[in-house]
């Protein structure tokens, strides 16, 4: 468990070049990966619109926020190189006043109009990128309904799902809970969880992150996890479900739409490695056709979001990515029923 796509068929063809394009590699686990190029990238993954000048803002251009515990990235999802940006250290994290902040982040979470949010294990923050550094504008302290679990997981639940009007912060705990996270009062409120993989009966439990979309209307939700026994025998891989956004609510049960998969390599994936499969995958984060995963390893891995299979793009040696997120408004193409 975590301490911590995506090709439709019709697109399959043209994902597999951009792969190609990006001397992408094959599946993750906490192995070793042999033929495959170091990247730069770090962290843990959103994606931001901003405006000029580094700005959070409703237009521009889509990029990528990518954070290690204290220091956040940006990446443009149009680089196929996937080269990082370093936006800054959290400030409240770098020496600050441990009785208003945490040491590490556990996950970001981007609004629809670009409001960056992160989560630690006993405080939630609004971010704000400044020049060479990141700035803890709001800090509040969580306060946990029924249970003691730290978050390990942050999205926005879309306009239209628990709130006609507005989105709603969304956190998840390794037990495969969901929860509201009130943005000013740090109030939390149990919305739903998991459910259970249905060959084995275990309950589904968070290894990784969570991502909502708005997808115009339809909502579209994921999560990377680990089936555990009630003895918390986990899984060695990671595997993809498919949430039912709307059915998130106050005193949901399960939310569970669908499996996609476990996280191994893909037979499209022809780079050559000793990997075969994936775990830890702290960081997932969606664009277009693709969805991109961030491991607690280091690697940067592309999952179909059809069947769970997996290609290891890049290994960042010595980096540790610990989380994910994805404004609810970038653009995504939906699961084939």
């Known amino acids: 468990m975590k301490g911590r796509a995506v090709s439709i068929l019709a697109a399959l063809g043209a994902t597999l070049g951009w792969l190609a394009a990006a001397g992408c590699a094959a599946s993750e686990d906490e192995r070793t990966v042999t033929n495959v190029p170091d990247g730069s990238l770090v962290g843990d993954t959103s994606t931001i619109v901003k405006d000029d000048g580094g700005t959070p803002g409703p237009t521009g251009k889509s990029v990528f926020y990518v954070h290690t515990e204290k220091t956040l990235y940006e990446i443009d999802p149009l680089d196929k190189t996937l ?37 630690s294990s006993r405080f939630a923050y609004e971010l704000e990128v400044q020049s060479g550094t990141v700035h803890c504008k709001n800090t509040w302290t969580i306060s946990k309904e029924g249970s003691d679990s730290v978050f390990y997981g942050l999205t926005f639940a879309p306009i239209g799902t628990l709130s006609a009007t507005e989105e709603v912060l969304i956190a998840a705990n390794n037990d495969g809970q969901m929860y509201t996270l009130d943005q000013t009062t740090g109030k939390t409120t149990y919305v739903g969880n998991f459910g259970s993989d249905p060959k084995t009966k275990n309950k589904w439990n968070l290894s990784g992150d969570i991502v909502f979309l708005e997808n115009n209307g339809n909502p579209i939700g994921f999560a990377t996890v680990n089936a555990c026994a009630p003895g918390k025998t986990c899984t060695v891989s990671d595997s993809l479900i498919e949430l039912d956004v709307k059915a998130i ?73 610990k989380g994910a997120g994805i404004a609810t408004s970038a653009p995504v193409v939906a699961v084939p029923n």
């Open 83 to 119: 080269a990082l940006k370093k936006l800054g250290d959290v400030d409240c994290m770098n020496g600050g006043d441990p009785a208003k902040a945490d040491s590490s982040l556990t996950d970001i979470a981007v609004s629809r109009d670009g409001q960056v949010y992160g989560v």
């Open 249 to 321: 609510k106050p005193g949901a049960s399960s939310t569970l739409k669908g499996v996609r998969g476990q996280l191994v390599k893909g037979s499209w994936c022809t780079t050559k490695n000793n990997v075969s499969t994936f775990d830890k995958m702290f960081g997932i984060v969606a664009y277009e056709d693709r969805v991109f995963g961030f491991s607690d390893s280091g690697y940067i891995v592309e999952i179909s979001n059809i069947d769970g299979s997996a290609c290891l793009i890049t290994n960042n040696t010595g980096m540790k990515f």
